[in-house]
């Protein structure tokens, strides 16, 4: 997955709030959590090929959804404590 797919629709978002009227230096305000989502879900992708990896396609095909949060749960700790204290 490339984080550049969502160029034009981060274009598209600038257009629209600057069609609303909002100045640029509030933009951030708006932007952030778009960032903020698109960076956790590239980080769930990863972690879900490298359980792939780990397990293997075929026995991660088979895993209830709702026990992915299981094995995946202490992985993502990790990466907030990550993100709380060097992003």
């Known amino acids: 997955m490339n984080i550049l797919q969502y160029e034009s629709k981060i274009w ?6 600057r069609g609303c ?3 640029e230096s509030e933009w ?3 932007m952030m959590p778009f960032f903020a989502l698109t960076m956790i879900e590239s980080r769930l ?3 879900f090929d ?3 990896t780990e397990i293997g396609e ?4 088979a895993i209830d959804k709702n026990d992915l949060y299981d094995l995946t749960g202490t992985r993502l700790e ?3 404590l990550y ?3 060097d992003c």
């Open 50 to 52: 490298e359980l792939k």
């Open 83 to 85: 993100c709380r204290d």
């Open 21 to 23: 009227g909002i100045k």
């Open 12 to 17: 598209a978002t600038a257009d629209l709030l």
């Open 78 to 80: 990790e990466f907030w």
């Open 45 to 47: 992708v990863r972690m």
């Open 58 to 61: 075929e026995a991660f095909a």
């Open 28 to 30: 951030p305000s708006f």
